[in-house]
C-alpha cells in the first residue's frame, strides 16, 4: 500500500529556514536537518519504501485559484488566511499504515531549534487507487 507523508508550513517557517533575522535557526540546525534528511530517505530507498520525495517553494511563491461567477480567479501567495501550507511529501510504499506512521513519527521528531520543534505537524494519509477506495 502506498502512503503520503506531509510536512506542513508556514511563511513563517520558510522564512526562518532561508536564515532571516530573527530565526530561531542556527547553522548547526540546518546542518543537521540537512543531515537528518539525507539518512531518512537513504534509509528508505535502501529499505525499498522510498517511492518519491520533494520539498515545495515557500507559500509566497504559490497561486491560488477558485472560481468567481463562473471564472477562475488567481490569487498569488501567501495567503494571510493560511497558517500552514503543505511544505513537502514522502510517497512510501510500506506494509502498512503502523509503518507509514512509524516513518512519519520519525519525520516529525527531526532536529532544530526546540522552540520550533514543537510546532511540526506530519499527515499521513493512504493513497487511493480509485473511486472505490474514496467510499471507506
Not at 503520503?4 to 508550513?9: E, G, K, P
Not at 532561508?18 to 530565526?23: A, D, I, N
Not at 493560511?82 to 510504499?93: K, M, N, Q, R
Not at 520519525?106 to 511540526?120: A, C, H, K, L
Request: a negative charge; aromatic letters at 8%.
Amino acid at each position: 500500500m502506498k502512503y503520503m507523508i506531509l510536512t506542513l508550513a508556514s511563511q513563517l517557517d520558510y522564512e526562518s529556514l532561508s536564515g532571516k533575522p530573527g530565526s530561531a535557526w542556527t547553522d548547526e540546525d540546518f546542518a543537521a536537518l540537512r543531515r537528518f534528511m539525507t539518512d531518512l530517505n537513504k534509509d528508505l530507498t535502501e529499505s525499498g519504501e522510498l517511492v518519491e520525495t520533494r520539498g515545495l517553494a515557500a507559500p509566497v511563491h504559490s497561486r491560488r485559484l477558485r472560481l468567481r461567477e463562473g471564472v477562475p480567479v488567481v490569487t498569488d501567495g501567501p495567503y494571510a488566511e493560511t497558517e500552514e501550507v503543505l511544505a513537502g511529501y514522502w510517497i512510501v510504499e510500506c506494509a502498512s499504515y503502523d509503518r507509514a506512521t512509524e516513518i512519519a513519527a520519525r519525520i516529525v521528531d527531526g532536529p532544530g531549534p526546540d522552540s520550533d520543534r514543537e510546532n511540526y505537524v506530519v499527515d499521513v494519509r493512504p493513497l487511493v487507487d480509485s473511486a472505490d477506495d474514496l467510499a471507506d
